[in-house]
């Protein structure tokens, strides 16, 4: 039985697939426990997870303001001390942190301590934290067919997104059921990421009038930042809009979508390819690196997505219309979708990571991909 560290808090798309992890590793014996920032989504994602350990952990984003800059040093320094404390108290057999502003603290004392050091970029773009922090590392899994002039190609391992078992395609009839959505006409699901989008959300206040007009319902997921609740109901069309601040459930909504609309974060795409749900991708346009445009684009040429840029929103109503009624586009989205759907990679990772853990040497396991 191995120790395991998790470090994976800051954005669901960082927490889902540490929790993922963590229960795959339990389900082979080993111990866990994960660590995660004290933003509110991280607490709500959490909560449904009581067979796992969480511990929350001061943290805070780099910035160049001068006073979002001292807090960025006051909180990692608070962070390096308590991961510092844990490491030398519980001497873990491997560190796996997921990239961003809470990888920081738990690498550096696990480099401090000689602790086995994993990193997992789920972006087609290896973030700052990654490049920054892979010299650090035994291992840096990186998607399929990605590699980094800065990250030594020696520690390389390409595979996908380790989902949560939980994400895996319902039948619609039982998933509408589960969310509590009784839509006789098409569905569409917006979903803005775990912060939301306020761009998406406006936007279906904006359309709802003329989607309801095209028999088509809305289950909009706005996230907590934007936090809407309630419901818009047209009765004479029979149309409904139910507006969500935050979903546990992310299986269930998107098995019950006709069609989705969503941001383009590596999980968020992940477990719409695992649910099968044909989707139009409009990536955030301030994202680092621009890496939700090259999630989005990636999507694109397999053939299971379209992207619409957050500046030509207007055209979206438009997509939406002519995808949702278009009965050969849906039924090919989903072949193509099952098709790129064809590894699994939590069990992969899982295998690595106790070949990891038990010090064994580590062989170049990627030389090719395009250079991000």
Known sequence: MKSFYISCGGTGGHLAPGISLAEGLMEKGHRCSLFISQKEVDSRLVR???????????????????????????????????????????RPDTLIAFGGFCSLGSVLAASFTKTPIVLHEANRFPGKAIR???????????????????????????????????ITKIPKAIAREQIGVKAKGKLLVIIGGSQGADTLNQWVLSNFSNLSEAGINVYCVTGLKNE???????????????????????AAVLSSADLVISRAGAGGISEIVRCRVPNILIPYPHAADNHQEKNARHLEKTGCSIVVPQEKIDTLFREVTDTINNTWLIDK?????????????????????ESISDKKDLKVTSTKGDRA
């Open 48 to 90: 449904k997870y009581s067979n796992l350990i969480f511990n929350k952990v001061p943290s805070a984003p780099f910035s160049l303001s001068p006073i979002r800059f001292i807090r960025f040093l006051v909180q990692q320094t608070k962070a390096f001390l308590y991961y510092l404390f844990e490491f030398n108290k519980n």
């Open 333 to 353: 989205f989903c072949s193509n979708l099952k098709n790129v759907d064809s590894e699994n990679s939590l069990e992969i990772i899982l295998d690595d990571l």
């Open 132 to 166: 920054l922090l892979s010299g650090k590392a035994s291992r840096v899994y990186l998607p399929k067919g990605i590699t980094h002039q800065s990250i030594p190609q020696n520690i390389v391992k390409n595979c996908g997104y380790p989902l949560r078992k939980e």
């Open 228 to 250: 809407i609740k309630g419901e818009l109901q047209n009765q004479s069309l029979e149309t409904n809009l139910k507006f969500v601040p935050f979903t546990d459930q992310m």
